[in-house]
């Protein structure tokens, strides 16, 4: 099966340079069905004055993309939404005045922390970090599990379920997620009971932690537990990066008994079987 790429930034998000016409080219040549853009909208307070998001110049990007690319791979247009609580009201009355194929929850701060500077770890170890923050993700899917209504998910995908690790690999050495079991199997619990799809992001991969967001333990949790596909995707903020490692991560499906991709148009969700031999078992 080729695979679709369901997480990639171009300079329509404030933390990527990338052309996104250069972006689907590289989907191409890598041979990728689809590409969908999740560009970043950030109501948190420290982050909404710096957040360039323009859903009028997105859209027309958007169209402009699909027509020159023809039907040959699917184009998506996405959001990824980082969770803020205060300011959740703002972001639902935004997704509820706009269409996207995709739309992902995420977090990038624990307690108000923003998990990408170090100075904010302050009187924290790492698996302290990590539980406060996977504690903040259990927030995130019950609040995406309270949002939806009836067959409507204003949410779909759980982004990087355990990007603390990103941050204790860079300032402790160390991954604290394998400790905090208990709270990963609550997360993946809500997010099957809510039909929330978690992400498997392959950008750890590209720099220097062994696994993506989330491991292999995470995700056979996740099948035992009752889940039955996972979205995959690069979180790509340069073009060259596009599709990168999508392979890995569809091994990982794989060797925990998941054979299905979950894929996203007009925000409905499709399961999509990981064919026979498109790669080998780990
Ligand atoms: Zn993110
Ligand atoms: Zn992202």
Known sequence: MPFHDQHVHSNQSVDSQAD?????????NHGLSGITFLEHFD??????DECIYDDQRYSATIESLRSDSGNRLF?????????????MDFALDFLSRHQFDLV?????????RALHVREEWAGLDATEGTRRFLQE?????????????GGHHVFHVLGHLDLAKRYTSRFFDTNATPLCSDLIDEILRTCIAANLVPEINTSTLRQGLDEPMPGIKTIVRYAKLGG??????????????????????????RAAGLNHVALFKDGKRIDVPLEQGCCDPL
Not at 20 to 28: G, Q, S
Not at 137 to 149: D, G, I, K, W, Y
Not at 232 to 253: K, M, N, Q, T
């Open 137 to 149: 993700m259990l927030e995130v899917a019950r609040f995406c599990e309270s949002v939806h209504q």
């Open 43 to 48: 109501p948190h307070p420290a982050e909404w």
């Open 228 to 253: 039955t596909a996972m979205s995959i995707g690069s979180d790509a903020h340069l073009a060259e990066h596009v599709g990168a490692d999508l392979d890995h991560a569809a091994r990982l499906l």
């Open 104 to 112: 992902m929850l995420s977090d990038h701060f624990f307690e108000d």
């Open 20 to 28: 996104p016409a250069e972006c689907v080219e590289n989907a191409l």
């Open 75 to 87: 184009i998506g247009k996405g959001i990824e939404v980082g969770y803020c609580r205060d300011r």
